[in-house]
């Protein structure tokens, strides 16, 4: 069964840029079957998808036009795991953010809640 | 991007009584190539992630009671809990994995 951990601080200062990992059990990072996203959920914009990794040999990333001028995804093979670099944020980007495996997302970290505040 | 619509916003049910909920994209999500639909129905409990129910429009995930199910094609879907338990009181999504970005409806809060 594929498990999703994720980490990263719970609050970031406006301007900075927010950093968050997801290390994946039970699965592999570059299995060519898979895709590895990140999403956000807030009262204000209910569930956004952020963006995408996966390897179909060689790495792809999809990114939401929402945030595509400041969002990075990789994908670390060594740990397997992936990561979300998100700059420039605001209190906009307030959110609960998950990361989750598939295209019909089937698993699902737990969540973390970033707050952006000064 | 593909709008999903979802209706109604909330819906209270009795115990063991049918529960309905309706998602219209704003375009068809059929594959042509394997006749199957991009579409997944998701179950948020508070203080939870979303769970996977239903993909392709109509395959229950494995371990999803057979009470949950899912119908529609193109551009016009329904999750149906044929009994509803107390276990049940949740909001719904639907969500299209037809093309980037992916989107989710609006959710659906069902009660008792």
């Known amino acids: 069964q594929v498990q999703l951990q994720q980490s990263g601080p719970g609050l970031v200062k406006p301007s900075q840029t927010l950093s968050l990992t997801c290390a994946i059990s039970g699965d592999s990072v570059s299995r060519s079957s898979d895709a590895w996203n990140w999403i956000r959920q807030s009262p204000s914009r209910g569930l956004e998808w952020l963006g995408r990794t996966y390897y179909r040999s060689r790495w792809y990333n999809d990114y939401a036009p929402s945030v595509r001028s400041r969002i990075t995804i990789n994908a670390d093979t060594s740990k397997n795991q992936f990561s979300l670099q998100l700059n420039s944020v605001t209190p906009e980007d307030t959110a609960v953010y998950y990361c989750?495996?598939?295209?019909?997302?089937?698993?699902w970290g737990q969540g973390t809640l970033v707050t952006v505040s000064s | 991007d593909i709008v999903m619509t979802q209706s109604p916003d909330s819906l209270a049910v009795s115990l063991g009584e049918r529960a309905t909920i309706n998602c219209k994209s704003s375009q068809s999500v059929l594959y042509s190539s394997n006749n199957k639909n991009s579409l997944a129905w998701y179950q948020q409990k508070s203080g939870q992630p979303p769970k996977l129910l239903i993909y392709s429009a109509s395959t229950r995930e494995s371990g999803v009671p057979d009470r949950f199910s899912g119908s529609g094609s193109g551009t016009d879907f329904t999750l149906t809990v044929s009994s509803l338990q107390a276990e049940d009181v949740a909001v719904y999504y639907c969500?299209?994995?037809?093309?980037?970005?992916?989107?989710f409806g609006g959710g659906t809060k069902v009660e008792i």
């Open positions: 989750a495996g598939g295209s019909a997302l089937n698993c």
């Open positions: 969500q299209q994995y037809y093309d980037t970005p992916l989107t």
